[in-house]
Nanobody, 125 residues
Framework: QVQLVESGGGSVQAGGSLRLSCAAS????????MGWFRQAPGKERERVAS????????YYADSVKGRFTVSQDNAKNMLYLQMNSLKPDDTAMYYC??????????????????WGQGTQVTVSS
């Protein structure tokens, strides 16, 4: 049974930084696409970033390019999202997600099967 547990959300002022973490368990296969998504009230959920567990094939939404960095520590089954230069528009619930897959297809906009419960990020101006 796949479990994804996010942490690291919080409140920060514009221009600040946060690092989200996702602890993954139950990923029994070696090839997954891991993603970070966010959803703000009244808005559609959007993929912010994703990465292949085998390395590479990273994707970033245009709105976060140059500010957010997705990374992973496979030895610890951890996924991270470093968020710098945060803006009020980044305020949302952030979710970790996983799906079976491999490069170069992790950048594709395909459905994810497994989801965490989310962690709230609030950026004030």
């Amino acid at each position: 049974q796949v479990q994804l547990v996010e942490s690291g959300g919080g409140s920060v002022q514009a221009g600040g930084s946060l690092r989200l973490s996702c602890a993954a368990s139950g990923l029994t296969y070696s090839r997954y696409c891991m993603g970070w998504f966010r959803q703000a009230p009244g808005k559609e959920r959007e993929r912010v970033a994703s990465i292949y567990t085998g390395g590479g094939d990273t994707y970033y939404a245009d709105s976060v390019k140059g500010r957010f960095t997705v990374s992973q520590d496979n030895a610890k089954n951890m996924l991270y999202l470093q968020m710098n230069s945060l803006k009020p528009d980044d305020t949302a619930m952030y979710y970790c997600a996983a799906r079976l897959g491999h490069a170069p297809y992790c950048s594709r906009d395909w459905p994810y099967n497994y989801w965490g419960q989310g962690t709230q990020v609030t950026v004030s101006s």
